[in-house]
């Protein structure tokens, strides 16, 4: 096997797209190594080969040791990584993108920073979230109402169709198993689905930091763009867990919630979803002949005009 030294960075063209990829990889409680282009999983049951480049996001749990080569690999590979708590409830920290451009992140940086278009933005969100819901001239007051009401209604449909009893929504940040099977399984996909969007978010080059509709949190965006889908997908796969027994219902939840990504192309989803909310084409980050994604880096220059970096510009005036 070839040393970190010896291997060069991936380019754009080389690397798997974000919405081809496995949404989410959960371990725990093993050592977490590389054989060739391979991360590989070993615990007391032997094994496990996973390819680096088919991983969207790897989450580490508890007991998870993980050795230099294989973060060696995995960003190579422009998988996310982020370290997690039990059940997959918390988030400690997280790994690099998969992109080199900064297109996307100008463009939200610029809709974020004028007090209207986050406003636009904030709507376009909720006119996602809720199919059919008219948020034209709404407050920020107003589509907050729209989402308590909608919440409230989406928990009482999900237990009518599965039977799961509901009482209401309760979460002990600090004693995940006080809930009742159905608020362990909602705080479980809730989690899950931060964690993926967390990786698109990270491989388009967004910042997760500048939310539209939360603020004041290193992931407002990741909450969100994961709420995005909370009614749609997360809760309604929470219920099904929940209805099928209170035992290991977590571990049940992110499976199912797994298998539901994958199956519907969701990670594709949520990058169209993510590029239309921001008016974002592209253009700038794809050469006009075949496609191919540019890996260069620009000078800024005068009249919003970039120019070739690398080259010294001292004795030479830009028009």
């Known amino acids: 096997m070839s040393t970190v030294g010896r291997r060069g960075a991936s380019s754009p063209r080389e690397l798997t797209r974000v919405g081809d990829r496995l949404s989410f990889v959960y371990l725990e409680r093993c050592t977490v190594h590389r054989d060739s282009n391979a991360i590989t999983a070993e615990d007391a049951d032997g094994i496990t080969h996973i390819p680096s480049a088919t991983i969207g996001t790897l989450l580490l749990g508890p007991g998870t040791r993980v050795t230099h080569q294989a973060m060696a690999l995995l960003g190579e590979s422009g998988a996310g990584v982020a370290w997690v708590g039990e059940h997959g409830v918390r988030y400690y920290a997280g790994g690099r993108a998969l992109t080199r451009s900064s297109g996307l992140i100008e463009a939200q940086a610029t809709a974020w920073a004028n ?172 050469a006009e002949a075949d496609g191919t994604p540019r890996d260069r880096v620009t000078l800024q220059s005068d009249g919003d005009r970039h120019v070739e970096s690398g080259r010294n510009y001292g004795d030479e005036i830009i028009w």
């Not at 909310?277 to 700038?284: C, E, K, P, S, V």
């Open 115 to 286: 007090r209207r278009t986050r406003l636009d933005v904030a709507r376009a969100m909720y006119r996602l979230r809720f199919p059919g819901e008219d948020t034209a001239g709404r407050t920020r007051q107003d589509l907050l109402g729209m989402e308590g009401s909608r919440l409230r209604d989406c928990y009482k449909r999900e237990s009518l169709r599965t039977g799961v009893p509901w009482r209401r929504r309760e979460y002990n940040r600090d004693d995940f198993s006080a809930g009742d099977a159905p608020n362990q399984a909602i705080t479980a996909a809730a989690q899950c689905m931060y964690g993926v969007s967390h990786s698109v978010i990270a491989a388009l080059g967004c910042s997760p930091g500048l939310g539209f509709v939360h603020s004041g949190h290193e992931r407002s965006f990741v909450m969100d763009v994961a709420d995005f889908y909370r009614t749609e997908i997360a809760i309604p796969v929470a219920f099904d867990a929940a209805a099928e027994g209170e035992e290991d219902v977590a571990t049940r939840t992110r499976r199912m919630l797994r298998d539901h990504i994958n199956r519907t192309g969701l990670l594709d989803r949520c990058v169209r979803d993510i590029k239309d909310l921001l008016g974002y084409d592209g253009t700038r980050d794809t």
